[in-house]
């Protein structure tokens, strides 16, 4: 996956748009299309504000060597995700003593997702045999 790619990727499933992403970065979203359609690559301080916006580590943006999640994978994360949430409704999730609201509630959801699946490709490079890979 390249790493416009995984900028994409990454962008939509934070809900984010290509000129929100860029705001959030301080980078236009023409340059935002461009990095995710390979035809730019950004630099090194750009790499560091977008890892930093999208809440991944840098290397996991340059590496190529990151392996992508199977349809199990991303089974195993929905479901574990799920269940989290239902915990979490179950016992009235509440943020500071207040209910949390249905807005906060996604956005806790996303960033969960974001951390699963992060940690899944950790965990695959990490004990993943190499006569596997």
Known sequence: ?????????????????????????GISDSIISAYEKDRKKPGRDTVIKLAAVLNVDVNYLVNDEVEALTQRDKKDIAKTLDKVMGDLSEGG?????????????????????????????????????????
């Open 93 to 133: 999730a509440l943020f500071y003593g207040n209910e949390m609201s249905d807005t906060d509630k996604e956005l806790l959801k996303n960033a969960l997702q974001n951390a699963l699946e992060i940690i899944k490709i950790k965990n695959k490079e990490k004990y993943t045999p190499k006569k596997y890979k």
């Open 1 to 25: 996956m390249t790493i416009g790619q995984k900028i994409k990727k990454l962008r939509e499933n934070k809900g984010l748009s290509q000129k929100a992403l860029g705001e959030l970065a």
